[in-house]
């Protein structure tokens, strides 16, 4: 009887080792969704529309009324070190500050996995560009509709920051905008590398968010200075759309963002 009793309890004990690895393969088969919350900040502030005063390193007090970037070119890695790429025809996004619609991007058809990391782009890849105005999709009229192309032979604006600034030199509000972009031989298009403080759990019924924080002081006040008040140009304000400081905010971009966390429900 003893025997048996052991017999039972060693096969039942099998039965639910199958049972949990059967139930554990199947969590991580077939597709699900991730989500890309992007938040700005500036600094350790919640970024606020044009009444909140932001002041730089450089002592520059900025209220900022518009910013806006393309996200584009998405591609998941894995614990395992494997990588999905997204549609790369599906893979571009505006992200908006005033619309709070466009500031989580929704991937979907992800497969099942473990995620650690995420890449992507700001602004729109060369070779994609190089496709022409019928090789944009409907991208072309959503950047268009929301101010993000200078023309079409000028191109995509990458990134565009706004507002007014006032410093020592500065006494009133004075207009600033910045806009990155293709200018002369300087594409200015970068990739951006995240690295997850914790894994995103993609299954057919969990769907994580990964919540991701854009500085955007970092645009012209990361490891690269610009300050606006040498690029006042009197009436017009300042404008810094070309020249030797782009490539500068271009390389500033990759402090720009960093991963808070993921929600995994």
Request: hydrophobic fraction near 40%; include cysteine.
């Amino acid at each position: 009887m003893k025997f048996q009793l052991k017999n039972i309890v060693a096969v039942m004990a099998l039965a639910l080792v199958f049972t949990a690895c059967s139930k554990d393969d199947d969590a991580i088969n077939g597709e699900g969704a991730i989500g890309l919350e992007f938040d700005n900040v500036f600094g350790a502030a919640n970024l606020i529309l044009n009444t909140q005063s932001n002041t730089t390193s450089q002592g520059e007090n900025l209220k900022i009324s518009d910013v806006k970037y393309i996200v584009s070119n998405i591609v998941l890695t894995k614990a395992d070190g494997s990588t999905y790429t997204y549609p790369k025809s599906q893979s571009y996004f505006v992200v908006d500050e005033s619309n709070a619609d466009s500031q989580t991007i929704e991937l979907t058809n992800i497969p099942a996995g473990n995620y650690t990391k995420v890449k992507f782009g700001i602004g729109v890849d060369q070779a994609q560009f190089n496709l022409g105005a019928t090789g944009q999709g409907n991208f072309l009229t959503i950047a268009d509709a929301a101010g993000m192309m200078w023309s079409w032979s000028a191109g995509y604006k990458f990134v565009l920051f706004e507002g007014v600034f006032t410093s020592a030199t500065v006494a009133s509000d004075t207009s600033f905008m910045v806009h990155t972009g293709q200018t002369g031989t300087n594409y200015n298009y970068t990739e951006i590398t995240l690295d997850f403080p914790e894994q995103a759990t993609v299954r057919t019924n969990v769907s994580p968010d990964v919540h991701i924080f854009a500085d955007v002081a970092k645009i012209i006040d990361g490891t690269n200075k610009v300050k606006l008040s040498d690029n006042n140009m009197g009436g017009m304000g300042a404008m810094i759309m070309g020249g030797a400081n782009l490539p500068l905010i271009t390389s500033n971009l990759s402090e720009m963002f960093t991963v808070n966390h993921v929600h995994n429900d």
